[in-house]
């Protein structure tokens, strides 16, 4: 894939937690604490201008930054 | 009197002797006329192509095609696709090519089931919000030649990674999961699933076509209760996507024996409650979906428990 608006990171976050991962779940599995998971989802949602966690997978899905 | 009778006999013999000569001026028109029949019947192939309807959709419709080589079929359904391409005369009325105008295939290449398309640079003048649909019917038409399953978009020989005018990526390789005609109705984050459906509509003729729909929702049903669920709810009109599945239809169960699928419905599945059939809209609605979704070669289709 290439370079879109997400980092490596946030994208790795954003494609576990379309998988029905927890905060906890995501942390664990990519080595991070809970707290930086949060901080990834919440600069996501601000840099496409959306409120909610569902509104930030829609804008990402639109824009084929993340897939199923 | 026998002079009169010579003379009958002359005249008859000479008009005879004129549609025996007349039939042997004109025998070839008659087996021209056969074997241009004949021929006609040999050479005339349908295949399936994703134009955009006049609701905006990509839909799948079919077009005559003269070519058999799959290299060619490829360059015939591109120059189709491409408005005011060389083949605009096939186009069935109610759809539009999608390609903007002087687009070019300057080469192709078929490695298994990857076909890399390199591009004139007018593809990239695609308005923005056609910019995705022009992939979505690419992909699609491409993908329904036989053989291949995955495509590559090159500009002037440069992989296609970026819509320039939306900013929406692309995976250097495609295939039908890039979506198509997407909708997204998601409110949370939990169980959020992805399912093709084939709606149906119109021509302006009364022929009817399919829309496949990206659906993106909330559901931690299977696909195939989605598909279902999808075509007996109520029909949006202002959405153009119709179904014509009976509202109380419902599929009682399902199972799948290796690449076939067993599809048990209650009696709603027919039309009505006199004739025992079932629209041909529906059986095809059902199949693209399924087929889109699963890997299946055949759907067997079961009214309470008995084949149909």
């Known amino acids: 894939m290439s370079k879109g608006i997400l980092t490596k990171r946030e994208r790795e976050v ?8 927890s905060t906890k779940d995501i942390a664990d599995k ?14 996501v949602m601000q840099k496409l201008g959306v409120k909610g966690r569902s509104g930030a997978v829609v804008e990402l899905l639109r824009l084929n930054e993340i897939s199923l | 009197m026998i002079k009169r009778f010579s003379i009958k006999q002359i005249g008859k013999y000479t008009i005879l002797l004129l549609v025996v000569f007349l039939f042997c001026l004109f025998p070839e028109k008659e087996s021209y006329t056969l074997d241009k029949k004949v ?12 134009l955009i309807d006049k609701n905006g959709y990509i839909s799948k419709t079919n077009i005559q095609i003269s070519k058999k080589k799959k290299g060619d079929i490829i360059d015939e359904l591109i120059e189709t696709l491409t408005i005011n391409g060389k083949y605009q005369d ?4 109610g759809f539009n090519a999608i390609l903007p105008v002087d687009t070019k295939l300057l080469d192709k290449q078929i490695d298994d089931n990857i076909l890399t398309l390199n591009f004139s640079k007018e593809l990239l003048e695609t308005k923005k919000e056609l910019e995705e649909k022009v992939i979505e019917s690419i992909i699609y038409t491409m993908t329904s030649v036989e053989g291949i399953d995955y495509i590559k978009i090159k500009i002037e020989g440069n992989l296609l990674t970026k819509l320039p005018k939306s900013g929406k990526l692309l995976d250097e390789t495609l295939d039908r999961n890039f979506g198509i005609n997407k909708m997204y109705n998601i409110d949370k984050i939990k169980n959020v699933k992805k399912v093709i459906i084939y709606y149906s509509n119109k021509t302006n003729e009364d022929n009817t076509y399919y829309i496949p729909v990206t659906k993106y929702i909330n559901s931690d049903e299977d696909k195939i209760k989605i598909i279902i669920d999808e075509l007996t709810s ?3 009109y202002e959405s153009n996507l119709m179904s014509y599945l009976n509202y109380n239809a419902k599929l009682l169960d399902y199972s799948f024996n290796e690449d076939e699928l067993d599809l048990n419905f209650n009696e709603y599945l027919f039309d009505s409650e006199d004739n025992k059939k079932v629209l041909e809209e529906v059986i095809y609605s059902i199949s693209y979906s399924i087929m889109d979704n699963y890997e299946v070669s055949k759907i067997n289709f079961y009214v309470n428990n008995e084949e149909i």
């Open chain 1, 14 to 21: 954003f494609e576990l937690l379309i998988k029905n991962n």
């Open chain 2, 234 to 236: 109520k029909i949006s």
């Open chain 1, 30 to 43: 990519l080595n991070i604490s809970e707290k930086t998971v949060r901080n990834h989802i919440s600069n």
């Open chain 2, 39 to 50: 021929n006609k019947e040999i050479s005339i192939n349908y295949h399936d192509i994703f």
């Open chain 2, 90 to 93: 096939k186009i069935p009325n």
